[in-house]
DNA sequence: GCCGTTTTCGGCCCGACTGTTTTCAGTCG
């Protein structure tokens, strides 16, 4: 079984025990091993052969063997016994808002639903009105929830958030008394997609800023409506919430809203070991006294941290390291030089390699590698190698006009056929400045086969980068099925760089295999995989996943300058 | 079920909002 499937195991468990009553920390005690497995970066079985189980955060005696008797059988009795005193299809009803452990047991248990369908039954019969509890508001507000579902947008790509949220900020900006709102929440935490949007305010008229908001005309249907807090659904299926504060409480606001959850359980928890009590209006002293802070770096201050970004909200290490004086520096845009992967007319990029080369020095960039398709990518307009040689002369021409101001490589981002060989000979690859290889077709080879396929590309000493390694698109398709720690391990060995991706699509290397990469002395390139001038601008996306995988500059091949880069590739020739 | 610069036992974040309640439970983030 692999990671993923294991803490989809523990997921559920949590989920049956809560419903069954269970008490609370033992469901949160699953959860936490799931998350700590999602996270991991290397093979849960690898760990356990190494006997590092129990050093695992949030694995202690009782889940390393279940872990071990899930690796070991595939299965595992404890669930299967949970399974036959819990319906399994009662986690539906948890899909639906307002429907947690408590009323799925209630439907359950006293009007014998087990799943969606006779929910809404039900619902619809008017038979849930009678529960205890319930009326015929709460009713309605369900029955109207399992509606929602069938509209309920997907988790967005980063890109589709920022816009959205940009729109609707700029509209509540405008309302009389906000003096400052803002994205939080996972957004802002720059996490690769993005389920509900969440906004904050400062503001000393916060019922002027309610109704704006839940009377916004993209409004489908309001979720809730209160003084600080309201929740609207768009008619794009996206939930929105807004929180407001007068501005005095801003700073604990945005702390409190931009989370993650379990960042802020461990910064409360901190607290109250200091004797104080932090929530998103104050941090409160013992003596009842509040003291308020109009800028989330007092909060940290305030409980004895340095800053902690929002990308590191995780409950990754963080609040250890910001104790002990110990969090990354972490890599910042300025801090960005190069770009090493970028397409033009010459393949299916939309703008000439002029263009291109412009819009890169317009973005302080020092470095510009054009790596248009090989061949073996004909559906992208990969280049035969005669079309290189125009491409060279094309280059040429651009560098002599733009002279000092960028240095332009002449590079290709080169397919890896589903027979492991790449898109051009040796002798064609010999002679180009630099080279990513990329898998674009048959994915879905089997785990030996494509991890050998990608390890073979990293063998050859010409290749330089490897292009979006996994080939996942978001929100959706899957990457390829490969063996990480072997395609790490061969990275280390050869020294090729692993690409992030930044293209909102494809932020590929993810967060969690980048970080483990950094580990194990991988180099990384964060590029935009531009098709086009304002592609350039992804890179904001690329640098969320690197600041998220806790990468400086020293990991990053983009940081350096146009020496050090030509050195590097130079030394790479052998 | 996990965990320990107050603990190997006794803790485990905090508040807003809703709907059902006459003071609170459930859900959510």
């Not at 929530?279 to 003596?287: G, H, L, P, T, Y």
């Not at 990457?479 to 060995?493: K, Y």
Request: aromatic letters at 4%.
């Amino acid at each position: 079984m692999t990671n993923e499937q294991i803490a989809a195991t523990f997921e559920r468990i949590a989920s049956l025990m809560e419903i069954q009553g269970e008490v609370i920390y033992k469901t949160l005690a699953y959860r936490r091993a799931a998350e700590t497995l999602r996270m991991l970066g290397e093979d849960i079985a690898t760990v356990r052969a190494e006997g590092r189980l129990l050093s695992l955060p949030g694995v202690g005696k009782a889940i390393a063997e279940k872990i071990e008797e899930l690796l070991d059988t595939g299965s595992l009795a404890f669930l299967e016994r949970l399974e036959e005193e819990v319906p399994p299809s009662l986690l539906e009803l948890l899909e639906v808002p307002d429907i947690g452990p408590k009323k799925a047991a209630l439907f359950w248990k006293q009007a014998g639903i087990t799943n969606l369908v006779e929910l809404s039954e039900a619902a619809r019969a008017g038979r849930l009105r009678g529960l205890p509890g319930m009326g015929e508001k709460s009713e309605a507000r369900i029955l109207a929830g399992i509606e929602a579902l069938g509209r309920r947008s997907k988790r967005l790509s980063i890109h589709t958030a920022d816009r959205i949220a940009r729109r609707w900020l700029e509209t509540l900006r405008a309302t009389p008394g906000v003096e400052r709102i803002e994205a939080a929440g996972s957004l802002r935490r720059r996490k690769s997609t993005v389920g509900d949007l969440d906004f904050v305010a400062a503001c000393h008229e916060p019922a002027a800023l309610m109704t704006a908001f839940t009377s916004h005309p993209e409004v489908e249907r309001v979720l809730g409506q209160g003084e600080n807090k309201s929740s609207i659904e768009t008619t794009g299926g996206v939930n929105i919430q807004l929180w407001v504060q007068p501005p005095e409480r801003f700073g604990t606001l945005l702390q409190f809203v931009s989370g993650s959850k379990e960042h802020n359980v461990r910064l409360r928890e901190l607290a109250q070991k200091q004797g104080l009590s932090l929530s998103e209006r104050a941090i409160q002293k013992s003596d009842g006294s509040e003291m308020l802070f109009e800028e989330e770096a007092g909060v940290y201050a305030a409980l004895g941290l340095a800053y902690i970004p929002p990308e590191l909200r995780e409950d990754r290490g963080e609040i250890q390291a910001a104790l002990t004086g110990r969090l990354p520096q972490l890599v910042e845009r300025r801090d960005i030089r190069a770009e090493f992967h970028c397409h033009s007319t010459f393949s299916d990029g939309s703008a000439s390699i002029e263009a291109m080369a412009r819009a890169a020095v317009q973005r302080g960039l020092k470095v510009l590698a054009i790596t248009d398709h090989s061949a073996g990518l004909a559906v992208a307009g990969g280049l035969s190698v005669e079309r290189l040689a125009e491409q060279r002369a094309e280059i040429k021409r651009v560098q002599d006009l733009l002279g000092d101001q960028i240095l332009l490589l002449q590079g290709s981002e080169v397919e890896i056929l589903s027979d492991g060989s790449l898109g051009y000979p040796d002798e064609v690859l010999a002679q180009l400045d630099l080279v990513i290889a990329s898998l674009h077709f048959s994915l879905r080879q089997p785990r030996e086969v494509i991890t050998a396929r990608l390890i073979g590309a990293m063998r050859n000493p010409h290749v330089d980068i490897i292009g979006h390694p996994s080939g996942r698109l978001l929100p959706d398709r899957e990457g390829a099925d490969l063996d990480w720690e072997a395609v790490l391990a061969a990275a280390a060995e050869t020294q090729t760089a692993l690409e992030i991706d930044a293209n909102p699509s494809r932020l590929d290397l993810d967060e969690v295999y980048a970080r483990r990469a950094a580990e194990l002395g991988v180099l990384l390139a964060v590029d935009t995989d531009a098709h086009s001038p304002d592609h350039l601008d992804f890179l904001e996306y690329g640098l969320g996943v690197a600041r998220r995988a806790w990468l400086e500059p020293r990991h990053i091949l983009n940081c350096r300058g146009d020496k050090e880069i030509l050195g590097w590739l130079q030394e790479r020739k052998g």
